[in-house]
């Protein structure tokens, strides 16, 4: 509906009547719609240590053009992974100064930090991420049952979630003489029962331990009905998926196109509406990128090996737009959009008295945005440190114009020119009582 936004000293300030005359200078942003700024909780930046893959000047660069105002960072893949205070201490040193948009930090839990994870919620630590499995990278090792029994305590007590990569090994068929070229091949691999498998398990820790758990990137359907019965017995339990999951489809992905390539996998057409429906119903209350992006030559696209190809998405400038082209298809509302990418992800970081709504008193983060614009994700657009991502040549709804942040525009694009007003401005953010 038309109304006047006020922003003062960086906040909101009341939401007035379009046709108020206030004392103080207008910005007329004729009938573009204006949204909370996007908080995306699902992010790796690696920088320091693999900076080659990713770094915080480009990644949030690439988060302001796509309408995100506050990303916070996973604890891999940078070196050193985000598992101790000093750690910590050096990401946050690593991004001052470079960030166009707010941050945090999500720290580890890894075999044998339980006795840091205290202290680093004291030094802004937002929550912790754990592995059921084999990460990927050798300084972010996984979790067994053990070592969450002895760190989900300490959570509780500090008031800060567990966040669980929900997947647990066991027996798959062999596929030595599968083609590994075949994303099929890839698919059998991580079957979904893995997360099905993970899932309960975390749910019958934290009805044990009463520590906050958040699922990561669900891909697999058939986890839901444990997920929506621990909600409903009231386990303190949450979930999100990610854009990938919710526009692609396993049987549309070309031989040999690694760039498509995560874990848990994109999985089939039947599995992705039952995952719609859940984000409808709000089994799924979040939605955000894993952008998770690395060097072209670790993608292997040259042999299109999906079975040694590294397993990551580049997403973050698109995970609005592409979002926004499947609920306009499904006609959801751009009020649903904005609880599940902003609202409930501002709360699962503790972030809600400061960001994700327009609303009195909260950081005036918020963007112009046109929902009926067509764009084509192409080179030239690409704000991320490389182009190599699934969306490229895809044509979307949604079209940022301007990106606000504490209430100075980031970002803009207006006509063909993009631009970046000002020096970085993004300040890192920290739990309420730390």
């Not at 008193?361 to 945005?369: P, S």
């Amino acid at each position: 509906m038309p109304a006047l936004v006020v922003v003062k000293d960086g906040k909101f300030g009341a939401i007035e009547p379009y046709d108020a005359k206030p004392p103080f200078r207008l910005v007329d942003m004729g009938d573009t719609l204006i949204l909370p700024g996007i908080v995306d909780t699902h992010a790796h930046i690696n920088e320091p240590g693999r900076t080659e893959w990713e770094g915080f000047q480009t990644a949030t660069r690439a988060a302001a053009a796509g309408g995100i105002t506050t990303v916070v960072d996973m604890p891999l893949n940078s070196i050193p992974a985000t598992v101790s205070l000093e750690a910590l201490r050096t990401k946050a040193a690593a991004a001052e100064g470079q960030c166009t948009i707010d941050y945090g930090f999500w720290g580890g839990v890894i075999p044998g930090n339980s006795g840091e994870l205290a202290q680093m919620v004291d030094h802004g630590a937002l929550g912790f991420k754990c592995f059921l499995i084999d990460s990927g990278v050798s300084e972010f090792p996984m979790s067994v049952e053990a070592d969450l029994r002895k760190a989900m305590p300490i959570l509780k007590a500090k008031g800060v979630p567990l966040l669980v990569h929900a997947e647990l090994e066991s027996p798959v068929p062999d596929l030595a003489k599968s083609d590994p070229k075949a994303y099929e091949t890839f698919l059998k691999s991580r079957p979904e029962k893995w997360e099905v498998d993970a899932i309960q398990m975390v749910i019958g820790l934290s009805q044990e331990t009463g520590c906050p758990v958040h699922i990561v990137h669900l891909s697999a359907a058939s986890a839901l009905p444990w997920i929506r019965e621990a909600q409903e017995k009231g386990i303190a339990i949450t979930t999100e998926t990610c854009p990938h999951y919710l526009h692609f489809q396993a049987e549309k992905i070309p031989e040999g196109a690694t760039d498509f390539k995560c874990c848990p996998p994109i999985r089939g057409a039947e599995n992705q509406e039952k995952l719609w429906k859940a984000v409808k119903n709000g089994t799924i209350s979040m939605l955000v990128s894993d952008h998770s992006p690395c060097t072209p030559n670790l993608k292997k696209l040259e042999t299109g090996d999906f079975m040694q190809a590294w397993g990551g998405i580049a997403g973050l400038q698109f995970s609005l737009s592409v979002i926004w082209t499947q609920m306009r298809a499904r006609k959801f509302t751009l009020a649903e959009l904005s609880n599940r990418m902003s609202v409930q992800t501002a709360q699962l970081a503790g972030l809600s008295l400061r960001k994700g709504a327009i609303a009195e008193g909260l950081d005036a983060d918020f963007i112009a945005f046109d929902p009926d614009a067509e764009v084509q994700v192409d080179l030239t657009s690409i704000q991320h440190k490389h182009k190599l991502t699934p969306y490229l040549g895809e044509r979307l709804y949604g079209r940022v114009l301007h990106t606000y942040l504490r209430g100075e525009e980031i970002y803009s694009h207006v006509g063909s020119e993009v631009q970046f007003p000002g020096k970085p401005r993004g300040k890192i953010l920290r739990k309420a009582n730390s």
